[in-house]
């Protein structure tokens, strides 16, 4: 739930017509320049939204760097990683089961087989041989040499082809192309388990940096969109002064120039530096540009205190002098 800013903003209205009131039409004395000032919130959201299960922090509170602001319901986003870790697994499983071949046990298998068989060929080579000296000798018949050959031959090839298999078995389990296959896999639920995980992270609001909490847009049990803010912050250094100087001082004014702010309660000037010069007109009368109307216009400045951060506060009127030079 946004809280209303309508009363901040006739605040900031009613400031910003003072000053440019006293800065166009009071009269200025000793140098003194009219301003108030202002910073830049950071607005801490989920990029994904969903419900509040927990705000840890209430205005006012300050938080240092990396806690944690809040929390969404993440069940779906746990279960989404889950599944895209058990995805990587399978895929991991897959590549390396293509790239390491058979198992040592399937290995050594083969291998016995093998010293089986060329023991047999052996064998079937020496009965082959002693029928050769047997026909020679007229002892034996041309049909128990065929069979002795026909028997060496066959235990010739059960060898050759058992040290195939074993060669075989020696190699990767997969061709290139399924391995490369099977490594794009890995990559993808890489990236699978990268996004899941994203979107669990974008269930936490965590603080940026150490700042104030200036207020909470959400309570526990309401949706946030994505996008939306839930904690608004301010870290000290995201203080700067805004004041407003006629057309004719705009050249006395750069980036880099030293300057003394002071404000009720401030005690002594505070250090602050000018950062930024508007090129154009800032919140001018609504009138005609004319020799007699130039004297209204202003031109915004914006400059960054160096110390004493805690004494500013955001919407204080501040009175600003440009620094006497050294």
Not at 120 to 146: C, H, I, P
Not at 172 to 186: K, L, M, T, Y
Not at 206 to 217: Q, S
Request: proline share 6%.
């Amino acid at each position: 739930m946004n809280r209303r800013v309508g009363v901040g903003a006739v605040v900031v209205v009613a400031i910003i017509a003072l000053v440019l009131w006293r800065t166009v039409f009071a009269p200025q004395t000793d140098g003194v320049l009219s301003g108030y000032v202002e910073a830049d919130y950071v607005f801490v959201t989920s990029a994904v939204g969903g419900v509040v299960t927990n705000l840890n922090v209430a205005r006012g509170d300050q938080v240092k760097s990396g806690a944690k602001l809040f929390a969404l319901n993440d069940l779906a986003e746990k279960g989404a990683v889950g599944q895209a870790q058990g995805q990587l697994a399978q895929a991991e499983a897959t590549a390396a089961n293509l790239t390491t071949g058979r198992r040592p046990a399937e290995v050594d298998a083969v291998v016995a087989q093998q010293a089986e068989a060329q023991a047999a060929f052996v064998n079937s080579e020496a009965q082959y041989r002693r029928q050769v000296e047997l026909v020679k000798s007229g002892t034996s018949t041309r049909q128990a040499l065929d069979t002795a050959k026909a028997q060496r031959d066959t235990d010739q090839a059960r060898v050759r082809q058992l040290s195939a298999q074993l060669r075989v078995a020696n190699l990767p389990a997969g061709r290139e192309q399924e391995i490369r296959a099977a490594d794009s896999a890995v990559t993808a639920a890489k990236g699978g388990v990268q996004q899941a995980q994203w979107r669990l992270d974008q269930q936490t609001g965590v603080a940026p940096a150490d700042a104030t909490v200036i207020d909470t847009l959400y309570r526990p049990g309401e949706v946030v969109q994505p996008g939306q803010p839930v904690v608004q912050l301010l870290p000290p250094e995201n203080i700067k002064l805004r004041f407003f100087v006629s057309e004719k001082m705009v050249p006395q004014i750069h980036p880099g120039q030293a300057l003394q702010v002071s404000c009720d309660g401030c005690g002594a000037p505070i250090k602050a530096t000018v950062r930024f010069v508007s090129p154009r007109a800032e919140f001018t009368p609504p009138v005609i540009y004319s020799r007699e109307q130039r004297s209204r216009l202003v031109f915004m400045v914006e400059a960054k205190p160096t110390e004493r951060l805690e004494t500013l506060h955001v919407g204080q009127p501040i009175d600003v002098r440009l620094a006497e030079k050294p």
